[in-house]
């Protein structure tokens, strides 16, 4: 019994000392980095790479590709948890731009998005905090554009529709032809 006290002491005093990080269930994200890619064989900056902290109190941030009814349907305001917008910097002053691609099948422009849908970073049914770093691979090369800086704005939102604050990256300078 003497052995078996002692033992039993220093294992909760162990478990007592460990501090478990509590966050709001907000999501809230900083910005980290965007990173530019540029194809080799024509020089120019397609693809970049927007890095963004997140933390989160009960760990409900992402969709499972099922996740499309209610609230989460196709058309609907939560499809997508990623929420991207895009600026350009035109006459100094950034200005939200909508980015279109011609649709060869339907013989118009189609209008696109930078909004992504996350997947579940913890399974439905765990609460507990999170926290970590988001990478989102993006074509950004706009041929129909005379300008070569651009920014982005962003904000997630979680399972319960919790939107974080949003960030806003620095600007970014593209190599163009």
């Not at 909760?12 to 540029?38: A, N």
Request: hydrophobic letters at 35%; aromatic letters at 12%.
């Amino acid at each position: 019994m003497r052995l078996v006290f002692p033992g039993i002491l220093l294992c909760l005093t162990i478990i007592s000392c460990q501090k478990f990080e509590e966050y709001p269930d907000e999501p809230y994200i900083e910005f980290r980095e965007f990173g530019l890619i540029v194809n080799p064989q024509t020089g120019i900056s397609e693809k970049g790479i927007l890095r963004i902290f997140y933390r989160d109190g009960d760990g409900d941030i992402g969709l499972e590709q099922g996740d499309t009814l209610f609230p989460f349907q196709e058309d609907g305001d939560y499809y997508y948890n990623l929420l991207i917008t895009y600026y350009e910097q035109q006459n100094g002053v950034f200005t939200e731009v909508p980015l279109v691609s011609w649709n060869n099948i339907t013989q118009q422009y189609d209008t696109l998005t930078f909004n992504a849908r996350m997947p579940l970073l913890l399974p439905k049914d765990q609460k507990k905090s999170i926290k970590g770093i988001i990478d989102n691979e993006m074509f950004i090369y706009n041929p129909l554009s005379a300008y070569d800086t651009i920014q982005f704005r962003v904000k997630i939102t979680d399972r319960a529709l919790n939107v974080s604050n949003e960030v806003v990256t620095p600007p970014i300078v593209l190599i163009k032809p």
